[in-house]
């Protein structure tokens, strides 16, 4: 059964298990102190070409964005994101349980924020005399790729970072599938340009090629955020896993190479999808695609393929999601697409 | 060197790297609805004699805390603690983040609650009559063994339950080095006293031979804590991975022969030191030691043995801290003694 | 100048105010065990023909709806509300503060949250599998009337408590304008009804002829919502201030009266301005009355009413907010009136 | 009946009823935005000696403290105070559930932070290397009177101000009595110097002659702190009420008569109890007295004084607390020894 179905299912990349496997036997220093962490945050220090950047190395997702989210905003201040942002939908209100709100927005089909939406929200709160009685936009959330398979242009972000330095927000970037947005051949969005645009971003582990662990990339030094991050349990005792996880994937470019085969491997099953008169809704350059597949197609791919059923329509039909991984190989879209045939 | 310093500076259990190794290649459920993690928990279930168990896998301790707490008490209630409980100094305040106050009492030296002052306490509370104004005892935190080493008899444990019972407390055990104290030869307590004993209680992964993990275990099915591990940040999602770790430790009694190391490496340190005469503040039956060495002795371990230092006395001798684990050897306590002659 | 913008921008009833003088000299039990307290909770417990409700006495309304809601809700659960709910929009967040989201829905034109919507909502919600991922519908907040001056028929909050019923949701009602819906000619709700079908509402005094307080009425005895009421800041030291208020409130009918003498001249006032062919959006049976006016009513009204313009048309027109309250007399309607002709 | 049990079990000194009636009728700007409460604040700027001072003006003292501390401190902070602080104990958790921990002191027989105490709380703090797993100290709560009738000296203030420079703590000085502190003949403690040397301070209006209401002044300009008193529940809807009130209390000295009634009539009865042999424990130059009555002088003053015990003694003597007010008389204190005699 080959398995597109998410990209958090398979244990890591075997250079991060062969790291595990070599540094199991000889005591670390804890918390993140161990020698491991320092490589890893000095390498991605590098990568972001921002020698005075705060790197911390987190276990997961929902906990970075609350734990960051916590850390950056006041208590008065909520945090905007489209409607259909990780936060606002999927966390179980973890934003919500540190105080703050999620103040939604609409977004377009790949579920990004547009400059234009967030000016038009902005212009709006302040020019409704009862602001004060609202929650106070405190920062802009986006995900790059987003859970739609989105990605931000340069330019986009850009301007986004040019509209919260007009209304004092922070920019947070979360970057769970950071790998496959960096790796795919559209955008102009690069590490260096997150490190200069965003207050704090994070380069996701978990979902690119490793066990568990998200990096955050804070643009300039935070005094008390190792606390914080103990605070919302969010400090792993053996933070050299993390550390040496990191490690391996900035070295020699592993983390790049690993994005591109998830993407390599989407775009590669989009042009055959494409080739079959498969619509997309929508169509992305990510490593998460989604097909609207006729009865017939689901049909033929049933016991062969694994992947998530997002939206089944009347005529059987269905939109799904396809997701590939730093594990997808070439050979086994090419079988999916022969099952189709 | 010979490390001492701590019990969570190191890999994991070979049976459960080999575990991860072996299990690198195939994808799993997700969010520890993964066959691996069923198995641990009835494992679990089955060593703790309660098929009613309702058993979770969380990442760290503090994080475990603050996700259980949060859940067991209602908003104005706070949760009783040795004043030298984990919860109440070392965990950056996650409780209070919470919205929960850790309410303190005196211990004895071994850092435990004892049945008489817990009593006490309740007695004197609900005889002031403006205990409304004042945070309401929900629930009753302690370790087993304590952050200083001291271990609960089975008889202690039932009584402090009877109070529970007569104040309608939730009874919370942090195991986070449960191995230690289940292998202890001294104290009477076992896993089934203690899901019959408690009304919550974890069994401690990351400081008894895991990567990470604690496996918690209410006495009572509770219908959402799923949705509050999740808001807490404290749900892995790549869940297998603490699932194929409790797997092992619970096949083939390896949790406990883990603790076995440990503790009987801790003894046959305690014997070693008590034959050349150190005295002990206070001596310990679990994996944790705190002997008082002299000024000489200590220099005598210099270079030789990694150890905290807990006090330094004003005649150059020094409280410290040895801390034995399942991956110490009893050729490293031999030589550390053999430093000291 | 005549005063149509709020009905929370003068002091009390006169009843009120001489009931308050009266008192002013001798010392009363503090924090609510005073006799006013205790009468006026008898007497809302007889109008709302419970005797087994829990009354407590409160300040403002933000501060009721936050300290109800964080009372009865769990960690994971949030409260659902129309996304026009005040709770939704202009308490700064203080719902969220408490660590519960606002889940908002669509609502009428009136504000009011439709049986059939909640029942959408919540079907949609259990039918998601990632609902776990999500946070739990735990209450439903309505208004009544609403924010835009809408009022529930029976039968819908009939419908709403059986749906909260079937979902195990609690129903909560804010009741800051009570006086104005149980006065208005229009809907057949009634203090017992509310007190059978809501878990906890409120009648509201600050806006209904009181300087201040809002009277929870709990379905069920709640052991410590005393407690919950300090902490949440929401307990008046002097809360026989809230008692004597209340008592005078609902002796010989001075609530309802005061109820309807601001319905009367709302009515009165939309009465008069559909003469005049004025159009409302909406149109209200409540205290708030919503006219389209003319660039040229508008100049007509200048320095004569005060009231709140809600949305500037490009016409020179303007959907306006005029509100009377226990305060207003016919003869200011009157005035407003002749002053359009 | 006496009543000497505590100072906010009575209305409203005659000045504020007066000035309550008088603007019963008209309406007035809402949520603080009234010309009462603008003057109130002006006066309070002057009284203070500080034109950038930044006043809001809050219910009672509870959510004053909470509204606040959550304000000024940041999530990792937690507050210092003594272990017999208001906020310690008699709040329900209040500052707890806005996710801060108070973290608790020794103080002196008068419940008064000592400046060595908190220099050697600090200075221990850091030097454990362990600290950022701890919560930091982020601001020093102090009351003036204290809870058991403590005065702080000018020096003292001085001294802890400067100890919070040292250690970037801010400083808030709880002043639910202060009218009786000012009026006390003891201590050289100022509104001025309140002004200079908090960060934020509260002058009471409770038990100082007020229906209800605190003014906070803070130091310096807050941006936000309007919003996040709507959001802990502590903004008022009628804020002219505590306008008015305030601006009455500021106007011909009234504030400091009103201390100076209870203050002398504290002292007065202090003098006679003296001369009786009483002693005290301890002795209080504040509103508040605490002597030891023998079981005959309770049994003296039983059907004639009401005061609180605090403390029965075995041999039937107890310690109690008489608390006069602005409402005493020196009749009344008369009569009281008198009794004794």
């Known amino acids: 059964m080959i398995d597109l179905s998410c990209d958090y299912n398979i244990g890591c990349a075997p250079e991060l298990l062969a790291a ?4 199991n036997d000889a005591p670390q220093a804890t918390y993140g102190f161990d020698g491991f962490s320092a490589r890893a945050k000095d390498k991605i220090r590098a990568a972001a070409e921002n020698p005075g950047a705060d790197v911390y190395l987190l276990v997961g997702g929902t906990q970075t964005n609350a734990a960051v989210l916590a850390a950056i905003l006041r208590p008065w201040e909520g945090v905007l994101a489209a409607a259909s942002g990780h936060i606002a939908v999927h966390e179980s209100g973890a934003v919500e349980a540190t105080g703050h709100k999620v103040l939604t927005l609409g977004a377009d089909e790949y579920g990004r924020l547009s400059p234009a939406a967030l000016r038009a929200y902005l212009r709006g709160f302040y020019a409704d005399p009862t602001y004060p009685h609202m929650v106070r936009p405190g920062a802009v959330y986006i995900s790059h790729p987003t859970e739609l398979g989105g990605l931000y242009t340069a330019a986009a972000l850009r301007e986004l970072r040019a509209i919260c330095d007009e209304y004092s927000l922070r920019l947070f970037l979360d970057g769970a599938r950071l790998a496959y947005a960096l790796a795919s051949p559209g955008p102009d969005v690069t590490l260096p340009l997150l490190g200069r645009l965003c207050d704090v971003f994070y380069i996701g582990g978990t979902k690119c090629g490793a066990l568990c662990g998200e990096a955050v990339v804070f643009r300039e030094k935070q005094p ?10 969010a400090l792993m005792a053996k933070g050299f896993l993390l550390g040496l996880q990191f490690d391996a994937l900035f070295t020699d470019g592993l983390y790049l190479r690993l994005g591109r085969q998830g993407v390599d491997c989407a775009l590669r099953l989009r042009e055959g999808l494409r080739a079959l008169g498969v619509p997309f809704a929508p169509e992305s350059a990510s490593n998460q695609q989604f097909p609207v597949l006729t009865a017939e197609q689901l049909e033929k791919l049933r016991e062969k393929v694994r992947f998530e059923i997002w939206e089944r329509r009347a005529d ?10 730093w594990h997808t190989t070439a050979a086994e879209i090419d079988a999916v697409l022969a099952a189709l045939k």
Chains 1, 2, 3, 4 share one sequence.
């Open 224 to 233: 008390c955020f190792f606390s914080a991050q103990k605070q919302r349990g």
């Open 20 to 23: 595990l496997s070599a540094a």
């Open 316 to 325: 059987g039909s269905a939109l799904v999601r396809m997701c590939s991984s």
